[in-house]
C-alpha cells in the first residue's frame, strides 16, 4: 500500500513512524513545504513546549459557580500518558539515545491572586482526591510557594494573597528536537522516504479512485500518487481539504490566531533556582490559549525563560506563508461561518486585535505584573511563536483537534492545534486505527502495538489507578523523571 503523508511535523512524523513500526510493509513518503523535520510550528520556540497533562492549566478544568469540570483534564491527561509510553518505547529502542535531548523534568505550578484562590482550591480538592493529581499540593503560604517558583514571588510584597498548586513529575518538552530525532529513525530504520522543500499545492482524486498530490519544488512541478494520503500540515490542512471535494469539507473553515513571547537567555545556575512552568489565569475574553506562563525552557542543553503568549490576529495559516494563502483557501460557503465567529466572538476578535499592536512596553507590564520585577533581571527580548489555527465547525468556533477521515478510508487529516503536539502518539494512533484499521488485524502488529502501548485504553488508565501508576512509573523510569521531585 502507497501512503502519502503531507507535513513532516510532529503530528506526520508521529504518523510515519507508528505506521511503519506496526505494518513495515507500507510505502511511505513524507512531504514536507520546510527544509527539515519539525520546522513548523514544531519547533521549540514555536510554542510553549509544556507536556500538557493538565496539571496546571485552569483553561482544562472551567467552573461554573461552584461545580468544576474535570472530565476534559482526565482525558489530556491520559492522553499524555499513552505518549510518554511511544516516547519511552523510542528511547527503550535507541531510536533516541538520550531522553534529555527532548524531555526534561521540570515542576508544573498554578499561580493565582486573591480573586480566583477559592477556584484554585476547589480546582486542587477536585483534582487531587483522582489517582492522576494524587502528587498534586496546595499552599496559601508566601514562602512555601516562594521556594517552587521563586522568580514569581520574589519580588511581590509579603501582604499579597496567593496561591498556588505544583506537581514535582511535570515536564518541557522540546518538540522539534523529538520530531528531528523520530524522523531520523524512520529513515534510517524503518524505511519511511522524506522529501523536503515540497510544497504541495492540490490534491485531488483520480477515476481510479486513488490521490493525485500536486507539489512544486524550486526546480520543478512534480505529481504523486497514493492508496491512502494523510494531511497533518498544521493550518495548511485546512485549503488541501477544500480542495479534496470530500462531502465533508463545507463543514469547517479555519480561524487562524498568532502569538509571541518574550524569551530570555539564562545560566545553568539561575535554571535551577526555577525549574518550573507556571500558568496564571487568563484575562476575561481572552483565548485559552492566551494564559499566561512563565515557562523553563531547555534546549540543546541551555536554558531560557519563556513569558506569554502575546496573543495576536494574523491571517496566515502558517507561520512563513503570506495573507494570500488564506485568502485562496477560502471558500463562498466559509463566509456566513466567519462572519459568525466575529459577531458571537466578538469580544475574542477585539482582543486578538487589540493584542496584535501591544508594544514591547505593555509586554513587560504583563510580565511585572505576573513576576514583580523580573522583566529587569534578564535581557528579554520578543520572539514570534507559531501560528495556530482553530477549527469553525457548523459555524461555530471549537477548541482542540479534531480527526477526519473520508468514508472510504482514503483520505485522512487532523485540524485544529490544543494540546496538540503533547498528545501526538494517541491521536496519531487513533487517526491510523481509523484510516487504516486492517494494519492492526493480524497478530504480530497486536504485539507490537502491545510493546509499544502497554495500555493505551484511556478508560483504563482513568479507572484503574493501580493500572495507571505501573504505567506511568515504567515509562517515567525510562524518559528519567523522578517522582521525587524536578532534577
Not at 507539489?215 to 477544500?242: H, N, R
Not at 489565569?281 to 523553563?296: E, I, Q, Y
Not at 503568549?309 to 512563513?320: N, T, Y
Not at 480527526?403 to 491510523?432: F, H, N, Q, W
Amino acid at each position: 500500500m502507497n501512503v502519502i503523508i503531507i507535513g513532516a511535523g510532529i503530528m506526520g512524523t508521529t504518523f510515519a513512524t507508528l505506521a511503519k513500526e506496526l505494518a513495515p510493509e507500507l510505502d511511505i513518503t513524507i512531504l514536507e513545504r520546510l527544509d527539515g523535520p519539525g520546522a513548523g510550528n514544531s519547533w521549540v520556540f514555536n510554542n510553549a513546549g509544556t507536556g500538557h497533562e493538565a496539571n496546571c492549566e485552569l483553561n482544562y478544568t472551567p467552573v461554573d459557580e461552584e461545580v468544576i469540570s474535570v472530565e476534559k483534564a482526565l482525558k489530556i491527561h491520559a492522553q499524555f500518558n499513552v505518549a510518554k509510553q511511544f516516547w519511552a518505547h523510542l528511547v527503550e529502542k535507541g531510536a533516541i539515545p538520550d531522553p534529555k535531548t527532548f524531555i526534561n523534568q521540570t515542576k508544573h505550578c498554578t499561580i493565582v491572586s486573591e480573586p480566583s484562590i477559592d477556584e484554585l482550591k476547589l480546582r486542587f480538592r477536585e483534582m487531587s482526591g483522582h489517582h492522576f493529581f494524587e502528587q498534586m499540593r496546595y499552599s496559601e503560604d508566601f514562602d512555601e510557594i516562594e521556594s517552587w517558583i521563586p522568580y514569581c514571588m520574589e519580588g511581590r510584597p509579603r501582604s499579597q494573597k496567593m496561591a498556588a498548586t505544583v506537581i514535582e513529575t511535570g515536564t518541557d518538552v522540546d518538540f522539534g528536537a523529538l520530531t528531528e530525532q523520530m524522523a531520523a529513525h524512520a529513515v534510517q530504520d524503518l524505511g519511511v522516504k522524506i522529501e523536503y522543500g515540497t510544497h504541495v499545492r492540490r490534491v485531488h482524486r483520480s477515476p481510479t479512485g486513488r490521490w493525485i498530490i500536486e507539489a512544486e519544488t524550486q526546480e520543478a512541478s512534480l505529481q504523486y500518487k497514493a492508496d491512502v494520503l494523510f494531511v497533518g500540515a498544521g493550518g495548511g490542512a485546512f485549503p488541501l481539504l477544500k480542495k479534496s471535494h470530500l462531502p465533508f469539507r463545507s463543514r469547517f473553515a479555519g480561524f487562524p490566531v498568532g502569538g509571541r513571547f518574550l524569551q530570555a537567555s539564562i545560566t545553568e545556575e539561575q535554571a535551577s533556582h526555577y525549574r518550573a512552568k507556571t500558568y496564571g489565569k487568563a484575562k476575561v475574553g481572552a483565548p485559552p490559549m492566551s494564559v499566561p506562563h512563565l515557562d523553563l525552557r531547555v534546549v540543546n542543553g541551555k536554558h531560557y525563560l519563556l513569558f506569554g503568549p502575546f496573543a495576536s490576529f494574523k491571517p496566515v495559516l502558517e507561520k512563513g506563508r503570506g495573507f494570500f494563502d488564506y485568502l485562496s483557501s477560502m471558500r463562498l460557503h466559509d463566509i456566513p461561518a466567519l462572519l459568525n465567529v466575529a459577531l458571537e466572538h466578538f469580544p475574542l476578535v477585539k482582543y486578538l486585535v487589540s493584542e496584535t499592536f501591544k508594544g514591547e512596553k505593555s509586554m513587560f507590564e504583563e510580565l511585572d505584573e505576573f513576576a514583580p520585577g523580573l522583566s529587569e533581571k534578564f535581557d528579554w527580548k520578543p520572539v514570534q511563536a507559531g501560528q495556530r489555527v482553530q477549527i469553525i465547525k457548523d459555524g461555530d468556533l471549537q477548541m482542540g483537534t479534531e480527526i477526519l477521515v473520508s468514508s472510504d478510508k482514503t483520505y485522512g487529516t487532523l485540524l485544529g492545534a490544543s494540546p496538540g503536539a503533547s498528545v501526538s502518539p494517541e491521536v496519531m494512533l487513533r487517526c491510523l486505527e481509523q484510516l487504516m484499521p486492517s494494519i492492526f488485524d493480524s497478530d504480530e502488529a497486536k504485539e507490537k502495538k502491545k510493546k509499544i502501548f502497554p495500555e493505551d485504553n484511556l478508560e483504563a488508565l482513568i479507572k484503574n489507578a493501580d493500572r495507571y501508576r505501573e504505567i506511568r512509573d515504567s515509562a517515567n523510569q525510562r524518559l528519567g523523571i523522578s517522582a521525587s521531585g524536578a532534577k
